[in-house]
């Protein structure tokens, strides 16, 4: 028999598909005019966003990208601009991009750096090879925004992940999201978040299992001077503060309470990190006089009232970033209102809180979104004080945005060629079957047989 060519891995593309995002802040609003200030509010600014994805049927099966900002303004191309690889062709090494410290606006941001890695096995489009695909970082060695009010003194990162695991019917589709760091300081220190663990979210789809969600919410640890430390480790934990003149007090919380015997030596309104942190690497050249501290003729006292001038970002886009490959049929997620953001009461208050997951599937489609950190600032009037300013949110701020979705092909579509295994190297076996042949052939030898026994019986001798 002549030999017949290699088959291809596979015939067809099926339905592999699986994405992730992760962020390291979103503001989802930045607004001052409860503080008796006349600056226009912010909203909804992506900060250090990592997003890729792979889909099988697709011209382009997998791609990574990162951006420094999402949103801001358009002359601002080196904070904007995406860096992206995609695959096909597979690459060998990362494409990588560094981050100057640079202001814009309300935000400060120290150096970084922005890396990507596409990878894709042809065999991955039916489920006949497996490995990793896709991986997107930005990372930031500090981030701020309207410095005293946040400020994240050490290197946090975020990171996205796509994979392909097992083979055949085994062959699952995996989708991971995290947030590395992210200590933050709120108000000059009255606050402090030390992050114990790291947030992650996973999602997986296969064919023989289904799908999965894995979400391990973030360790954290609240303090401030004259607060009673709080452990907070459960998604919906939460713990509110009440800062006056900065003298924080814990008003309410959910947490574990844990030694708070570090604090006493730090300087009462002063992060003990920000004292020391070098600042030789923000070197401003976003919007001139954005970090001057602001006309104080208003009258308005308080820990507020010190805020440097916020300056100007645009909102973040609402379409999907250029060059990831869009995935069908996801299913919604519905969205909730914001839980964390508390009622404002008198005075200035800080709530602390970790995002619970949020999550959908569809026949064997699967996906989830989880915020891991929220913390919101307000501020309320006195009610014997005169001339009130208003009563609202100033700050409401996302930490670790996190986003997964997992796709694999419908138990009715075809399997993978682990079913054909062995048979052709996974083409099928055409034409009768052996057995069947082999037993014709023997009926066929014992009837002759007997046709010449019974033969020579009947034949007359000489």
């Not at 009462?268 to 006309?295: F, I, K, L, M, V």
């Not at 006292?301 to 379409?319: D, F, R």
């Amino acid at each position: 028999m002549p030999a017949g060519a290699a088959p291809a891995p596979c015939e067809q593309a099926q339905r592999y598909a699986a994405q992730s995002g992760s962020g390291i802040l979103r503001l989802a609003k930045l607004d001052l005019g409860p503080a008796g200030r006349q600056e226009k509010p912010i909203t909804d600014v992506g900060v250090g966003d990592a997003k890729s994805a792979l889909v099988a049927q697709s011209p382009i099966n997998s791609a990574a990208l990162a951006r420094v900002l999402d949103g801001g303004p358009a002359d601002r191309e080196d904070l904007t601009d995406v860096l992206q690889q995609q695959a096909p062709p597979s690459h060998k090494k990362a494409k990588s991009r560094d981050i100057d410290a640079t202001e814009i606006g309300p935000i400060r941001l120290g150096r970084g750096e922005m890396t990507v890695h596409a990878k894709w096995d042809p065999g991955m489009a039916c489920g006949a090879a497996e490995g990793d695909v896709t991986r997107s970082e930005a990372e930031l060695n500090r981030a701020g925004v309207l410095e005293p009010l946040v400020r994240v003194p050490r290197k946090v990162s975020s990171v996205s992940t796509t994979a392909v695991e097992g083979r055949g019917k085994a062959a699952r589709t995996v989708a991971s999201a995290s947030l590395t760091g992210g200590d933050v300081s709120v108000l000059d220190g009255a606050v402090k978040v030390k992050v114990i663990e790291p947030p992650s979210l996973l999602a997986g789809m296969s064919l023989a299992k289904g799908g999965e969600v894995r979400y391990l919410p973030a360790v954290i640890e609240v303090s401030g001077k004259g607060i009673k430390t709080e452990r907070l480790d459960t998604a919906g934990d939460n713990i509110e503060v009440v800062v006056d003149e900065g003298t924080p007090k814990s008003l309410s919380g959910t947490g574990e309470a844990a030694d708070d015997s570090g604090d006493e030596d730090t300087t009462p309104g002063q992060d003990s990190e920000s004292a020391t942190a070098p600042h030789d690497d923000e070197s401003p050249n976003g919007a001139p006089g954005a970090n001057e501290p602001a006309d104080q003729g208003d009258g308005k006292v308080g820990v507020l009232s010190g805020l440097p001038k916020m300056g100007g970002l645009k909102s973040a886009s609402p379409t999907p970033a250029p060059g990831l490959p869009a995935i069908p049929d996801l299913p919604l997620i519905k969205e909730t209102d914001t839980e964390a953001t508390p009622a404002a009461g008198p005075g200035t208050r800080v709530k602390v809180s970790l995002g619970d997951v949020r999550q959908a599937a569809s026949g064997h489609a699967i996906a989830a979104k989880a915020t891991a950190i929220h913390i919101a600032v307000t501020q309320g009037s006195d009610p014997q004080a005169y001339g009130d300013s208003g009563t609202g949110v100033v700050l409401d701020l996302e930490m670790g945005l996190l986003e997964v979705a997992a796709v694999s092909p419908e138990p009715a579509g075809g399997a993978g060629v682990s079913d054909v295994a062995g048979s052709g190297g996974g083409l099928p076996i055409t034409g009768p079957r052996v057995d069947v042949l082999a037993l014709s052939g023997l009926a066929l030898l014992i009837a002759g047989a007997a046709a010449l026994v019974f033969g020579m019986r009947g034949r007359p001798r000489p």
